[in-house]
C-alpha cells in the first residue's frame, strides 16, 4: 500500500493507493483519498492499449515514470476535489 498525505486549505487529503496487474498486461492504480468524511476514489488502468501489453515493452525507469505520473495526477485531482466539497460544507454552514 502506498499512502501520501496532501495539505490542504481546508485540511489533510490521505490517499492510499493499491497498484495490482492483470495477465493481459495492465496495471490498475486504485486510489482512496479522504478528507474529513468525504471520501474520492479512483480506478485507472496503465500500460495496456487495445489488448495488446504495453508494460512489458517499458524499462523499469519507464514504468515507474509512468506510474508515478498517474498517481501524483490523480491525488492532486483528488484532493481539489475533496477540498472543493469540504468548502461548499463551510459555506453551507453559514447560510441563513
Request: net charge negative; proline share 0%.
Amino acid at each position: 500500500m502506498i499512502t501520501k498525505t496532501i495539505s490542504t486549505e481546508h485540511g489533510d487529503v490521505s490517499s492510499t493507493a493499491e497498484v495490482l496487474h492483470t495477465d493481459n498486461g495492465q496495471v490498475l492504480l486504485q486510489i482512496k483519498s479522504v478528507l474529513g468524511d468525504a471520501t474520492h476514489e479512483h480506478r485507472v488502468t496503465v500500460g495496456a492499449e487495445d489488448g495488446k501489453d504495453l508494460v512489458s515493452s517499458l524499462s523499469e525507469t519507464e514504468l515507474q515514470t509512468a506510474l508515478q505520473k498517474h498517481l501524483d495526477e490523480k491525488r492532486n485531482d483528488a484532493a481539489a476535489i475533496l477540498s472543493g466539497r469540504a468548502k461548499v460544507n463551510k459555506i453551507v454552514a453559514n447560510l441563513q
